[in-house]
Nanobody, 124 residues
Framework: QVQLVESGGGLVQAGGSLRPSCAAS????????MGWFRQAPGKEREFVAA????????DFADSVKGRFTISRDNAENTVYLQMNSLKPEGTAVYYC?????????????????WGQGTQVTVSS
């Protein structure tokens, strides 16, 4: 079993930056695809970003491409989401997820383990 704990969310003004992190425990995530999803009030959970086990491949939702980056430190069992130029529509709970599949995916059901989420609020 893998336990994921997100941190680093918060309140930021539009145009600002945040860097949530996701710390894993229970077992190494070095062979897992890792992803970030978000869910805004009244909306469905949506894909944000994903990274392959070796960080060679990444994928981003069109809405965040060019502003967000995803990285991982397998030695620290941690994944990061660097969010720049934040917009009010980015307000949501951000979830970290781990997938045992080989390829990067945007599909939530492909991810086997989920964190409890961290709140990100972007004020206008």
């Amino acid at each position: 079993q893998v336990q994921l704990v997100e941190s680093g969310g918060g309140l930021v003004q539009a145009g600002g930056s945040l860097r949530p992190s996701c710390a894993a425990s229970g077992r190494s995530i070095s062979s897992y695809v890792m992803g970030w999803f978000r869910q805004a009030p009244g909306k469905e959970r949506e894909f944000v970003a994903a990274v392959s086990w070796n960080a060679v491949n990444t994928d981003f939702a069109d809405s965040v491409k060019g502003r967000f980056t995803i990285s991982r430190d397998n030695a620290e069992n941690t994944v990061y989401l660097q969010m720049n130029s934040l917009k009010p529509e980015g307000t949501a709970v951000y979830y970290c997820a781990a997938s045992t599949r080989y390829s990067v995916s945007r599909v939530a059901r492909d991810f086997d383990y989920w964190g409890q989420g961290t709140q990100v609020t972007v004020s206008s």
